[in-house]
């Protein structure tokens, strides 16, 4: 079993100006997320938002971190957010287990002192994707299955960008002390997402895309100021960091689907700061 944390720094909008396609795929792209038998994560220092993949083979697996949050366990002063994107799983909380089919959640509070997380079949591994951010209360624990994610129909063909976002952990559902995460699905046909993009000075947030339409297809993720964007190329399974002072909108080769998370000042889904056209740049 490999367990890695990586570091992503907090980066200024002027840094990037001069990044080399390298540098912008070293700073803000995280290339593995999944690897059967592993733990991957990145703590990034935008809000200190630490995310990534577990995904368990034939034992269970354990987010183990106290020295380097300087902390006794894990989520002592933490939330977590899980969703699983593989084959069922077990997630055992502080002894509970419960099972995880596939697009299946979970809300995780703070104080909790022990997450196993357990596929049911070593060859078609459980691949829970994990958000965990900085905590200050303790909210009850939840399981939040697909079937009762809040679905919001979004978008339209003409604009190709016809998907629906459903939310998993949204304020108007149910409490979390910053964290907020969703899944958002494109039609096929549909390739944009965010589209107005928007900025969120008051949030940071990160994607992880999925459900790739096509083997051969590939995501053009867009960041940056909106008159200095840049761009990232993903493949299937892959996140990138978004600082908030960054627009965020993407176009895939064909449809996909990401995860979304995001933290900061408030919960209120709808703060973002849609981005006229004519300042895109
Ligand atoms: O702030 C909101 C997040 O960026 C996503 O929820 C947006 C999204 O899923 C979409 O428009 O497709
Ligand atoms: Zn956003």
Not at 172 to 194: A, H, K
Request: aromatic fraction near 12%; hydrophobic fraction near 35%; charged fraction near 20%.
């Amino acid at each position: 079993m490999a367990f890695s944390m990586v570091t992503n720094y907090a980066h200024s909008p002027e840094d990037i100006k001069n990044y080399s396609t390298e540098q912008m795929r070293d700073q803000f792209l995280m290339e593995k997320i999944f690897n059967p038998g592993d733990i991957l994560l990145t703590y990034t220092y935008n809000d200190r938002m630490i995310f990534g993949g577990v995904t368990p083979t034939d034992a269970a697996m354990e987010i183990q971190l106290d020295k380097d949050l300087g902390v006794d366990y894990f989520l002592q002063r933490r939330e977590l957010g899980v969703i699983n994107i593989g084959g069922e799983g077990i997630i055992t909380i502080d002894g509970t287990p419960e099972t995880m089919v596939k697009h299946d959640g979970y809300y995780i509070g703070m104080g909790t002192k022990q997450v196993l997380f357990e596929s049911k079949d070593p060859q078609d591994p459980a691949k829970f994707y994990v958000v965990s951010t900085p905590a200050h209360k303790t909210y009850p624990n939840k399981k939040l299955p697909f079937a009762d994610a809040l679905a919001m129909p979004i978008g339209d063909q003409e604009h190709m960008n016809k998907r629906t976002i459903y939310k998993y952990i949204d304020a108007s559902q149910m409490d979390t002390c910053q964290l907020q995460m969703g899944y958002t699905v494109l039609e096929p046909g549909s390739s944009w997402n965010t589209m107005p993009a928007h900025t969120h000075a008051r949030r940071m947030e990160t994607y992880m895309y999925l459900e790739f339409g096509a083997e051969d297809t590939r995501v053009f993720h867009y960041m940056g100021k909106p008159d200095e964007t840049k761009h990232i190329v993903l493949n299937n399974e892959q996140a990138v960091v978004n600082p908030s002072w960054s627009i965020h909108c993407g176009v895939g080769t064909t449809n996909y689907a990401f995860i979304w998370a995001m933290c900061g000042e408030n919960q209120t889904y709808d703060d973002m700061d849609a981005v006229p056209m004519d300042e895109l740049k």
